[in-house]
């Protein structure tokens, strides 16, 4: 099954490697501009995405897989390069694309970035009202005491995420969210250095995980869920992957 999903995601003029270099080195030298992957190219390209992700990239919040559809294009594509490059670990994700190349990839998380459905209402809370308090608090206060900043002091006060490579938090699954912060606080997924969420989710407790994933989980998507284009204010921190932010109390 991946491997037939991996055939798709492989460019579909099926030139030889060689002839493939040479014009794209040709085309470099004539046009400094990508040109558009047309419509039917990429739907096809993407199909094995949207076999996991869901159509257009709208996975619910039902299942494991999580929505990738309006997501910041440059933490789309960053993450295509975390599997690649081995920073992420899932090995399905990688061996699908792990010789493609970084336009190819930037390419594919331009188009998921450009999709724009609508997000469904989200589950019902998955636990007690005190869990759901604690994260509440830990996303929209933080815990100074701990070095824990707040999430919205990076991924925007509505949790949208931030346009190029911030992404959002809500209309995930909260199983998905719980892995993922959990694969920080063990090493397993790792991002470019410095890694500032490796740093925060070392702070967390199990406890902490459960219930900023539980409290996410259960909001509604503001806004569309469109990335806001700025941040009110400087990043409690500095992070790899993401470039021209302010940073407190940092020098340039």
């Known amino acids: 099954m991946t491997h037939s999903l991996r055939s798709l995601l492989r460019p579909v003029f099926g030139w030889s490697a060689a002839t493939a270099v040479a014009a794209l080195s040709a085309s470099a030298l004539a046009a400094p501009a990508v040109p558009t992957v047309p419509a039917a190219a990429m739907a096809s390209r993407v199909l094995a995405c949207t076999a996991c992700h869901g159509k ?3 996975a619910t919040q039902e299942g494991y897989f999580p929505r990738i559809a309006g997501k910041p294009a440059g933490y789309l594509a960053n993450q295509l390069l975390n599997f690649r490059d081995g920073r992420r670990s899932y090995p399905q994700m990688t061996y699908l694309i792990e010789h493609l190349t970084d336009d190819y990839l930037r390419e594919m998380a331009d188009h998921f970035a450009a999709q724009d459905v ?6 019902a809370p998955q ?3 005190a869990a759901l308090e604690q994260g509440r608090v830990l996303v929209q206060q933080g815990d100074a005491a701990r070095r824990i900043p707040a999430c919205v002091s990076c991924h925007g006060s509505a949790m949208t995420g931030v346009a190029p490579s911030i992404p959002g938090l809500l209309g995930l699954p909260r ?6 912060l959990g694969a920080w606080k063990t090493g397993q997924r790792r991002a470019h250095a410095p890694d500032c969420m490796a740093d925060i989710a070392r702070q967390l407790t199990p406890d902490d995980v459960s219930a900023v994933s539980a409290w996410l989980a259960a909001q509604p998507v503001v806004g569309g869920g469109k990335p806001a284009p ?12 993401v470039a021209d932010v302010p940073v407190t109390g940092a020098t340039r």
Request: glycine share 10%; net charge neutral; hydrophobic share 25%.
């Open 56 to 58: 257009e990239g709208r």
């Open 118 to 123: 609508p997000y469904p209402p989200p589950p």
């Open 127 to 129: 636990a007690p009202a």
């Open 175 to 180: 199983d998905y969210l719980n892995s993922q």
């Open 230 to 241: 700025t941040l009110p204010a400087a990043m409690p921190a500095r992070c790899g992957g």
